[in-house]
């Protein structure tokens, strides 16, 4: 399995989905750069998720809310007291991990699944002690005692040495939309129950180093705070229903594997301050299962916090009884980084054709970064280069994402096309000029059919969209 996700952290690079961060000095850990390909899919799955959850309902408003907040929020939000990570030191390399990472990682290697995540120090040491856990760099073991560490990445607002504020960047983006709660309420009115979202940055001051993207000192969520009358709605079937709605976005929209998804439910140990209920959906990944969402019930606590630290009145009025209450959220996140490591985890493949190795992202259409790709058979062919341009300007003018590519010989191109997931491939060669007709081959069938370039454009728009927006 580790050769296996080696393989696909080497064709992220060479093909141009993500690149180390300050690679041309040395690099810095836990930080990455997507490419021109990655760029296009994290693109495509974050525009996805916006057309899913926000632009196709009624119920849920977006919002676009700024990185740095005043510090007293991450004070009423509990994330300057309680947003902490346990961590070790080892004493001979000085190699610094999280404890519950150290502990899982090391059961991990026994085949066995231990969560630990949510144990007090006292209890993480003991576990440590008991099975004489090594540094995972040098062998010894030799720790220190588990201390916290917060994860907030703490700054300065100001220009003049010692009037510089202090500021922290956002370490989740839902506090933003709480604070906006009232905006919300007096620019739209809307009607309970509504949902508040946004897709961006945020960011973790993590000290273990991650698996490639899957955890990265900045990272890009999407999510929404989904706020409701407790006394008029079930938080029960409201959680249900958005647990359904999050199984088909990831089964359907994103198109992975049920057989590497699963639930599961958060222990009273681990779960979050805030939350009464929190499940994950978890993906298979190489290095093992591991969290790709959460669906948490918040009840009223951001609200009810910020209300009692800033003063504001953030109750809202039922418009039957004139009633004042604090409603109460279910907030369901999705990671966009883990969304794209897991389709390329579950999307890559290796096959043997005609004795050579071939390597495919078998990317859904509605997610490649191209969905056409457009060859003349030879580059030194004016009419055929003139003619694979006019298929190229028609299929850009259709709305199809295309890449033009007259590099080397035919086969090489289908190959290169491949590996960064091109759904369909266009040749225009010598019968195109008699006939106006196209060879257009299927990436993963590797089936070739010679059509007319107009009807197959016009034909292929079904076919390059997820089946269905909204679930049933």
């Not at 009145?313 to 897991?342: C, N, Q, W, Y």
Request: aromatic share 12%; charged share 30%.
């Amino acid at each position: 399995m580790e050769d296996a996700f080696n393989k696909i952290v080497s064709l992220a690079k060479r093909r141009g989905f993500i690149y180390p961060g300050s690679e041309i000095y040395g690099g810095m850990a836990n930080t990455y750069d997507y490419g021109p390909m990655g760029v296009e899919l994290l693109h495509n799955i974050k525009n996805l998720w916006w057309e899913h959850f926000v632009t196709k309902r009624e119920d849920i408003y977006g919002l676009d809310t700024n990185i740095l907040m005043n510090p007293k929020v991450w004070e009423a939000s509990g994330h300057t007291a309680s947003f902490t990570d346990a961590t070790v030191d080892c004493k001979k390399c000085r190699q610094r991990k999280r404890a519950d990472h150290l502990i899982e990682e090391y059961f991990e290697q026994k085949n066995k699944e231990v969560k630990v995540e949510g144990k007090t120090l006292e209890e993480l040491d003991e576990i440590i002690q008991k099975e004489k856990i090594p540094c995972p760099v040098c062998g010894a073991h030799d720790w220190t005692p588990s201390r916290n560490f917060n994860l907030l990445f703490e700054t300065s607002v100001g220009i003049v040495t010692g009037e510089k504020s202090h500021a922290y960047l956002r370490g989740e983006i839902a506090q933003g939309m709480f604070v906006n709660f009232k905006n919300v309420l007096d620019s739209l009115s809307p009607k309970l129950p509504f949902g508040l979202a946004q897709s961006g940055a945020a960011f973790r001051n993590e000290v273990t180093p991650g698996k490639f993207v899957f955890r990265t000192l900045q990272f890009n969520l999407s999510e929404f705070e989904y706020f409701f009358n407790p006394n008029k709605t079930s938080w029960e079937e409201l959680y249900t229903y958005w647990k359904q709605e999050m199984w088909h976005w990831t089964t359907t929209m994103l198109n992975l594997k049920k057989s590497n998804l699963r639930w599961r439910p958060h222990t009273d140990e681990e779960r979050s301050h805030y939350s009464k209920r929190t499940e994950d959906i978890e993906y298979k990944f190489p290095f093992g299962w591991k969290e790709l969402y959460g669906l948490a019930y918040r009840t009223d606590f951001d609200l009810k916090n910020h209300r009692e630290k800033s003063g504001v009145d953030l109750r809202a009025t039922d418009p039957e009884s004139g009633e004042k209450f604090i409603p109460h959220v279910i907030e369901p996140t999705f990671g966009m980084d883990r969304s794209l490591l897991a389709i390329l985890c579950d999307l890559y493949a290796e096959e043997e054709v005609n004795g050579k190795k071939r390597t495919v992202l078998r990317l859904p259409p509605w997610l490649a970064p191209y969905q056409l790709a457009v060859f003349p058979l030879v580059v030194n062919k004016p009419d055929l280069v003139k003619k694979a341009r006019e298929v190229f300007k028609l299929a850009q003018e259709a709305g199809y994402r295309i890449a033009w590519d007259d590099r080397g010989n035919i086969g090489k191109r289908y190959f290169a096309q491949d590996e960064i997931g091109t759904y369909h491939c266009i040749t225009i060669d010598y019968q195109t000029l008699e006939d106006n007709t196209v060879t257009v081959r299927d990436r993963d069938t590797m089936k070739q059919v010679r059509v007319n370039p107009a009807e197959f454009l016009n034909k292929g728009k079904e076919q390059y969209s997820p089946k269905g927006i909204i679930a049933t």
